[in-house]
């Protein structure tokens, strides 16, 4: 008999999720950080668009390189632990039968079921329940650099798009202010969208966003207000 049963679970969503929240966050902070700096040196609208642009294409690009290379690091470890389950599986059977065992029972099985589970399952796929239960490798959070890279290239451009429309449609002389409040608002949005989306705690995650993201646009604001050089 056949039972269907329906469960939302939100480990699914890690491997997209992450990357997205980095980029999008990172987008916001640096680019209204490059924005608050130059402004807070005096420099004309012009000049804080142009760097503001060139932070969201360096950005993106930097984001993308970043996750692909590190994602690709991680895929290539989960590649080599296989490759080598599956050399032990092929050199001596029994010990990985019996290991796959000492899992189940050490997760409180009796013995006896630990070896009838272990049986069953290296029977319908000896190394996928070896990389599973053995090497805590699944579907769920396999690596895929691709996606990983698009998905923070992308985001952390739309990001940034937000503190450059500020810019672009504020008044020169409340660039700042508009920027900063523009900016924080999309941060404390986009962490409670976050941790709702991961079914964590709306206001914690919403919180520690915004409070990180205040505190690199108010120290890139006084660096450039202490050492800014265009007038």
Do not use: C
Request: no cysteine; glycine share 10%.
């Amino acid at each position: 008999m056949h039972i269907s049963h329906f469960e939302r679970h939100y480990a699914t969503r890690i491997g997209w999720l992450r990357a997205a929240v980095l980029g999008a966050n990172d987008g916001i902070v640096s680019t209204a950080s490059l924005v608050l700096g130059i402004a807070a040196a005096n420099a004309d609208s012009g000049q804080i668009l142009l760097t503001g642009v060139a932070g969201l294409v360096a950005g993106a690009m930097s984001m993308a390189a970043g996750e692909y290379v590190s994602v690709s690091s991680q895929s290539d470890t989960e590649a080599a632990d296989i490759s080598r389950e599956r050399k032990e599986l092929a050199n001596d059977w029994q010990l990985e039968r019996n290991e796959l065992k000492a899992i189940y029972v050490e997760r409180g099985l009796e013995a006896k079921l630990a070896e009838q589970v272990a049986d069953q399952l290296m029977a319908h796929d000896a190394l996928a329940a070896h990389a599973r239960d053995e090497l805590g490798l699944s579907g769920i959070h396999q690596a895929r650099p691709i996606q990983a890279a698009f998905v923070s290239a992308t985001t952390f451009a739309a990001g940034a798009a937000l503190p450059l429309a500020l810019t672009w449609y504020s008044p020169p002389e409340m660039t700042v202010s508009v920027v900063a409040a523009g900016s924080l608002l999309s941060l404390t949005l986009l962490g409670g969208l976050a941790a709702r989306t991961g079914g964590a705690r709306v206001i914690i995650g919403a919180g520690r966003v915004t409070l990180w993201g205040a505190v690199a646009m108010a120290a890139t604001a006084a660096v450039g207000r202490l050492f800014g050089v265009i007038v």
